[in-house]
């Protein structure tokens, strides 16, 4: 199975701050990523999909990029409703794989 | 209103089974490949599983740790996932969530509608 290693586990930000998070993937997914915001008692919320497509209603602040192995899901101006725990998901091959999760916290 | 509303959870003692309803309102369901993913307390999210479409033979495909021991149906005439869980351990406690799958293009995919979630806990 792919692995899919995220960093940071959990970052502290504020307010307004541009925020990036990592995700690696253990071989080639061409552009086979997802991006999603979990808040807790909530569903995931898609976010971003084929690694840099932002999901009709999604702000423009969130954006995604990288193909291969080498991806990242950047906010610029952190909003008080974009703190979150925030995960990749590879849909190049079976299984589907999730990261771990980045907690993003005040 | 797209939707999707997940029922059947609740306790149940290991060895136990447990079957999941996802029922889908707002679009075409038997056009759409759908899925199972998890999160267990504290934990990050899981995929559990999927079934294809009509067109793709109702194929399914399953996470390593639940094969042999989960089946995922669909009845398309319900606008209805199930998710059918046997042999069930501690393990698999866990909020259970169905997603539809969206292609777009030939190559990707997007989870784009989730369901709210069921609770499944397993202890005795």
């Known amino acids: 199975a792919i692995q899919m290693t995220q960093s940071p586990s959990s970052l502290s930000a504020s307010v307004g701050d541009r925020v990036t998070v990592t995700c690696r993937a253990s071989q080639g997914i061409r552009n086979d990523l997802g991006w999603f915001q979990k808040k807790a008692g909530k569903p995931p919320k898609l976010l971003i999909y084929?690694?840099?497509r932002l999901q009709s209603g999604v702000p423009s602040r969130f954006s995604g990029s990288g193909s291969g192995t080498d991806f990242t899901l950047t906010i610029t101006s952190l909003q008080p409703e974009d703190f979150a725990t925030y995960y990749c998901?590879?849909?190049?091959?079976?299984?589907?794989?999730f990261g771990q999760g980045t907690q993003v916290e005040i | 209103e797209v939707q999707l509303v997940e029922s059947g959870g609740g306790l149940v003692q290991p060895g136990g089974s447990l079957r999941l309803s996802c029922a889908a309102s707002?679009?075409?369901?038997?056009?759409?490949?759908m899925d199972w993913v998890r999160q267990a307390p504290g934990k990050g999210l899981e995929w559990v599983g999927r079934t294809r479409n009509k067109a793709n033979s109702y194929t399914t495909e399953y996470a390593a740790s639940v094969k042999g021991r989960f089946t995922i149906s669909r009845d398309d005439s319900k606008n209805s996932l199930y998710l059918q869980m046997n042999s069930l351990k501690t393990e698999d406690t866990a909020v259970y969530y169905c997603?539809?799958?969206?292609?777009?293009?030939?190559?990707?995919?997007?989870?784009?509608?989730w369901g709210q979630g069921t609770m499944v806990t397993v202890s005795s």
């Open positions: 084929a690694a840099s």
């Open positions: 997603a539809r799958v969206s292609h777009i293009g030939a190559d990707n995919e997007a989870f784009d509608i």
């Open positions: 707002g679009f075409t369901f038997s056009d759409y490949y």
């Open positions: 998901l590879q849909d190049y091959n079976y299984p589907r794989t």
